[in-house]
Nanobody
């Protein structure tokens, strides 16, 4: 019902920056929020940032000084800028969207396939 396509991952040197993008498409009534989570090997998936429709971004405390999450509501696209990347930022970054679907406009969660970010010299 909702497809999320991420782009922008890759190999970055420590101290570098990266910008991830995620576009939502499909059959839905509205997107309530979009954001990013990440999962490093052996760890649980954790929140990086989320931005509600018409609201301000919420950031994980551990990253709030280095990330900027923005959203283009007209394009149903969310962006994540990460600065001063560290090796511990290495993870698969997943796009998330909460959208209302179906005749009952039921809110549901959707996930992208994930994009690998590797921080290494």
């Amino acid at each position: 019902q909702v497809q999320l396509v991420e782009s922008g991952g890759g190999l970055v040197q420590p101290g570098g920056s990266l910008r991830l993008s995620c576009a939502a498409s499909g059959k839905f009534f509205s997107v309530l929020s979009m954001g990013w989570y990440r999962q490093a090997p052996g760890n649980e998936r954790e929140l990086v940032a989320t931005i509600p429709n018409g609201g301000s971004p919420n950031y994980a405390d551990s990253m709030k000084d280095r990330v900027t999450c923005s959203r283009d509501a007209a394009k149903n696209t969310v962006y994540l800028q990460i600065d001063n990347l560290k090796p511990e930022d290495t993870a698969v970054y997943y796009c998330h969207a909460e959208a209302t679907v179906g005749v009952l406009l039921t809110p549901r969660d959707f996930w992208g396939q994930g994009t690998q970010v590797t921080v290494s010299s």
